[in-house]
């Protein structure tokens, strides 16, 4: 395989890991936040603090915060990446 067919099989990869990776972290906030309104009149930890907003505009609901969403797309494409690699190394 050329070397240009596997930096494009990587980017579509890591691109499906992204989305991959998203959809986890949409499943995994379902989880952790059954009741959205729950913490409007409960205090919030240091986990939720550090990956969740509570912004004004969204109700003073939780919203993925920018290191959640700079983890998710890390993640994802460590995925990618690493499904693309276990896929090479076993067709060699």
């Known amino acids: 395989m050329s070397k240009i067919n596997k930096t494009i099989l990587y980017i579509i990869s890591s691109i499906f890991g992204i989305i991959l990776a998203y959809i986890i972290n949409f499943g995994f906030e ?7 309104c729950y ?7 240091i986990f939720i603090d ?3 907003d509570f912004p004004s505009w ?5 919203c993925p915060s920018t290191i959640n ?13 690493f499904i693309t690699n276990r896929y090479l190394n076993y067709k060699k």
């Open 69 to 81: 969403i700079i983890i998710t797309i890390l993640f994802g494409i460590y995925i990618g990446y």
């Open 58 to 62: 969204n109700g003073s609901h939780p």
């Open 30 to 36: 379902l989880i952790i936040f059954p009741d959205i």
């Open 39 to 45: 913490y409007h009149s409960h205090p919030t930890n």
């Open 50 to 52: 550090l990956f969740y």
